[in-house]
Every structure is written in structure tokens, then in C-alpha cells.
């Protein structure tokens, strides 16, 4: 006959030992594990600093992945935003800066322009915006045929088969990084140029920076140039209050940009 | 057992099977959750491979491999002409996409408007960015309806070597 207590010893004992996997007594090494498994996850680095407006990643995107250049919609496009010496702040993207910023008037919308005297001019810049392909997306949470989804490999699609262009995801993004496609009839977005990654290439919007505002790299290699710059340098991202951890990092951000 | 309760009921279960049938032969085979759960990855899985599949048209991928790629035709052409300033600039972006040029070698759609010039050389007074660093003139003031490079060599843009 079993005492009590000591039945209750043997029931504890029990449960921890087969609690504990196998796997937990070897020691792993991290690395042999990530070349077992070459774990990749997309992210994006923007050089705000480094960025002049030309537009070129704009107009690239536009004829790589098949929109319309005249339809005032875009899968990225850059901001420019204007500060006054007497603390006023514009900001504009002008037909997503397809053709760059080619005229110093600031445009209000609805056709209207706004001239600044080059002497009140404070300070200036552009920011180049695209998806920020989140690790906690809104626009997935919400679609109700499964039709978006976050890749393993972290990128952000659309099934544009699947879709029915209900536009849940539209309002759900808090970047305005999704559109209707005026000629599809579905949603549309930034894939981080999906079929050019699986080639090897560049999106292409890196691909045509000039001026190396613009760089993609993959943040789960720790030796990655760019996991290098965003693990030591300051960075920072959009609308982090959010908490969609969006995986597009800005070099020079300001507190005005959104 | 008669009951006003049934008659409905049965309205309701031959709706909701008929729903599953049609699901069952309307929704793909591929459908699933991915790592990430059914939250963020409910999805056909097919479609990826639907992506990747896609063409690319801009072929090159870096400055330095796009020069490369350039030269294995172009060599002598492209050495000269990328090493003055706009050496940075990849020949894509006025030339156009090159993907099907190597095959089919007709000539590529160079955009020489003045429009693409001012892309960068439009004067902005704004100091702060590095837009400042790159000279500017005023588009409705500086030989108005006339070409950039009627004047500007677009390879050797040194003011010293203007044509």
C-alpha cells in the first residue's frame, strides 16, 4: 500500500519528467539550425536623408508591376513636406510623385497651388512611403474570404483570384498602403516585387534609386548589411502606436511623418 | 412529435448543408493556414508560387551588376559613360526596362523629354535636403520647349563638355 504522500511525490515527478521534451536536454546551436531552416523575413530600410524626390522608384514600380501610370493610384510614392519659418507645415505627393517634384508650389488638391517665398523657407524633405508589410497586419485580420495573407517569409500578398474587392483591407491599413486597381477590379498593394525576390533581384524600386534611399534586406540574417543598419543605427517607423510592428525602418524621420 | 419549431428547423439544416457542399467543391483543396495562424495566413497556398511566377521587366538588380549587364554588349560604351556623374543613375531608369532587350535588340524606348531631367534639376529652395546638392534651374524660365539634350550631354554633364 502507497502512502498518500508519497503517491503525490511520484504524480509530481511524473508530470515534470514528461513535461520535458527530448529536444530541450541538447544543447542547439542557433546557427546550424537557421542553415537547416534558412528562415528569411523581408524588411525594408528608407535613407530619408538620402532621398531628393525624382520619382524614378515610383515610375519604376508602376511599369514592373502593370499599373496604370495616369490612374491616381500607386503601390508607393513619396511625400514632400515643407516647413515654414512661421510654423506652418505643408505636405504633398502629387500623382504619387510618378513624375517627381517638378514645380516648387505645394499642391492643395482640388487644383489648387500653393507658392512658398524661397525665403520661408524652414526646412524640407521627402519621405518614399510603401507597404510596411507589418508582422501583426490589420488588413489580413480583417479580410473575410482569406484572400490576403503574410507570407512565411514575411511579405504581405493578395490572392487577386480570391478577392472580391469589398475593400475591408483599404480601410483597415492605417498607412493608405492599399488601393483599388482601376483596371482589375480588386485590390492591389506592394509585394516587396515578389517575383523579382524569388529571381534574386532587387524590388524595383531599389533597383532604380539613384541614390541608395531605398534598400531591402533580410532582417533574420544578423550578418545583412541592412539588419546592420537597423540594428545599430536610429531608426524608426511608422505609426508605431498601432501596434502593427511594421518591418519598413526610416533613416531621418521626422515627428510630422506619419 | 408535431411541433410548429420542426418545420423551420428543417429550412435551416438543408440551408446550411447546402452551404458546406458548396463549399466543400467551391473552395480550393490548397487553402490553409501558413506559420502564422489563421489570423495573419488563411489563405491558397498556391498563389504564392502565382506571384514568383510573375515576369520581371527591369532586369538588373544593384548599380554595379547593372553595369555589368551592360557591358556584356555595350562594354566600352558604358566604362566612359559611367564614370562621370550620373554614373549613378542605372541606365534603366532613362533607357527602360531591359528585360527582353538582350533577346529581341530592337532598340529600347529612351525617354530624352525634359520632363525626366527635372525630375532632379528643378530648382527647390530647399536647403535642408540634399536635393540642394544637386544643381537647378528654373523650368519656366531656363531655353523653355527645348530638349535638355539638345544642349546637355546626359553622359558628361560637366558643364566644361557641353555640346
Redesign the interface.
Same mark, same amino acid.
Given at each position: 500500500m502507497m502512502e498518500r504522500r508519497e503517491f503525490l511525490k511520484k504524480c509530481i515527478l511524473v508530470v515534470a519528467s514528461a513535461s520535458v521534451p527530448i529536444s530541450a536536454l541538447t544543447l542547439i546551436d542557433p546557427k546550424k539550425v537557421l542553415a537547416a531552416n534558412p528562415d528569411i523575413q523581408w524588411a525594408f530600410l528608407v535613407d530619408t536623408?538620402?532621398?531628393?524626390?525624382?520619382?524614378?522608384c515610383v @515610375?519604376?514600380c508602376k511599369?514592373?508591376n502593370d499599373i496604370p501610370l495616369e490612374a491616381n493610384v500607386s503601390r508607393t510614392w513619396v511625400e514632400r513636406y515643407?516647413y515654414t519659418k512661421d510654423d506652418k507645415r505643408y505636405v504633398d505627393s502629387p500623382k504619387a510623385a510618378l513624375?517627381?517634384?517638378?514645380?516648387?508650389r505645394i499642391d492643395l488638391g482640388r487644383g489648387e497651388f500653393k507658392e512658398i517665398d524661397?525665403k520661408n523657407?524652414? @526646412?524640407?524633405?521627402?519621405v518614399p512611403k510603401l507597404c510596411n508589410h507589418c508582422s501583426?497586419?490589420a488588413c489580413?485580420?480583417v479580410c473575410p474570404v482569406?484572400?490576403?495573407?503574410?507570407?512565411?517569409d514575411g511579405v504581405i500578398?493578395v490572392?487577386q483570384?480570391?478577392c472580391i474587392g469589398c475593400g475591408y483591407c483599404i480601410m483597415a491599413c492605417p498607412y493608405a498602403a492599399r488601393f483599388f486597381h482601376p483596371v482589375k477590379h480588386v485590390v492591389d498593394k506592394c509585394?516587396f516585387?515578389?517575383?523579382?525576390l524569388?529571381?534574386?533581384?532587387?524590388s524595383?524600386c531599389v533597383?532604380?534609386c539613384?541614390?541608395g534611399a531605398r534598400k531591402m534586406g533580410n532582417i533574420h540574417d544578423p550578418d545583412d548589411p541592412i539588419t546592420k543598419i537597423i540594428m545599430n543605427e536610429r531608426v524608426g517607423v511608422l505609426k508605431d502606436e498601432f501596434g502593427t510592428k511594421p518591418q519598413a525602418f526610416y533613416i531621418g524621420l521626422a515627428q510630422e511623418v506619419r | 412529435m408535431k411541433s410548429h419549431v420542426w418545420r423551420p428547423l428543417y429550412v435551416v439544416i438543408a440551408f446550411v448543408v447546402a452551404l458546406l457542399v458548396f463549399r466543400f467543391f467551391y473552395v480550393p483543396d490548397d487553402f490553409g493556414s501558413g506559420k502564422r495562424g489563421f489570423m495573419y495566413s488563411y489563405h491558397r497556398k498556391s498563389n504564392e508560387m502565382e506571384w514568383k511566377n510573375q515576369p520581371a521587366k527591369y532586369g538588373t538588380s544593384g548599380r554595379e551588376r547593372m553595369h555589368e549587364f551592360c557591358s556584356a554588349c555595350h562594354g566600352a560604351v558604358v566604362k566612359v559613360r559611367t564614370e562621370k556623374l550620373h554614373g549613378i543613375i542605372p541606365c534603366e531608369d532613362c533607357h527602360g526596362p531591359v528585360m527582353n532587350h538582350p533577346d529581341k535588340p530592337e532598340k529600347l524606348a529612351i525617354d530624352r523629354s525634359r520632363e525626366l531631367c527635372l525630375r532632379c534639376h528643378t530648382d527647390l529652395p530647399y536647403t535642408t535636403s540634399e536635393r540642394h546638392r544637386i544643381p537647378g534651374i528654373n523650368p519656366k524660365t531656363h531655353n523653355t520647349g527645348v530638349e535638355c539634350v539638345k544642349c546637355h550631354n546626359p553622359h558628361n554633364p560637366s558643364l566644361e563638355g557641353m555640346k
Open positions: 536623408n538620402k532621398c531628393v524626390g525624382c520619382g524614378f @515610375k519604376a511599369v514592373e515643407v513624375n517627381g517634384y517638378i514645380d516648387s524661397p523657407v524652414g @526646412k524640407a524633405f521627402f501583426s497586419p489580413t485580420q482569406g484572400a490576403t495573407y503574410k507570407t512565411d500578398l490572392d483570384t480570391w509585394t516585387c515578389y517575383h523579382r524569388s529571381k534574386g533581384l532587387d524595383a533597383n532604380a539613384p541614390f | -
